[in-house]
């Protein structure tokens, strides 16, 4: 239900499956992320305090993206930092995938929602558009 997708140590993806449960709380990050992705399941009747958050000046280093598949079928291909290719991943209704680092595409396979978080401000200038390698 949890699959982390890794290149010599670096975290490429992490996805959730629509299926996965547990009672509680876990975090899928490590805490140095600039993006955190969580998940909770609390009985009725259990209450976050009322709180805010510290304004903190964070630097963002690589932008980090959650996809969530709302509905439909997509297929996301995963590459290194150097443009290899890893692996391609069917994503379902419901399924998650945070992108931590390395390249990836997506395709829709049929007609898809996708909810997508990511920090910003965002500038499609910060894009960099490659040609996958193939692994020999």
């Known amino acids: 239900m949890i699959e982390q997708i890794t290149d010599n140590g670096s975290i490429i993806a992490t996805i959730i499956k629509a ?3 547990r009672k509680g709380e876990q975090f899928f ?5 600039s ?12 209450r976050v305090e009322a709180h805010t958050h510290k304004q903190v000046s964070e630097k963002v ?13 997509i297929k996301v291909g995963l590459f290194t930092d150097a443009f290899m290719f890893i692996k ?4 379902r209704q419901g399924d998650i ?10 395709e ?8 997508e978080v990511k ?10 558009y490659f040609k996958p390698v193939q692994n020999v």
């Open 88 to 91: 391609e991943c069917i994503l």
């Open 19 to 21: 299926g996965f449960t």
């Open 29 to 33: 990050t490590p805490c140095e992320f």
């Open 97 to 106: 995938i945070l992108l931590a680092s390395g390249g990836h595409s997506v």
């Open 35 to 46: 993006q955190q992705l969580g998940y909770m399941n609390r009985p009725k009747g259990y």
């Open 61 to 73: 280093v690589l932008t980090h993206e959650v996809l969530y598949v709302k509905s439909g079928t």
């Open 108 to 115: 829709m396979v049929e007609d898809s929602e996708i909810i």
């Open 119 to 128: 920090q910003g401000p965002y500038s499609e200038e910060n894009k960099i």
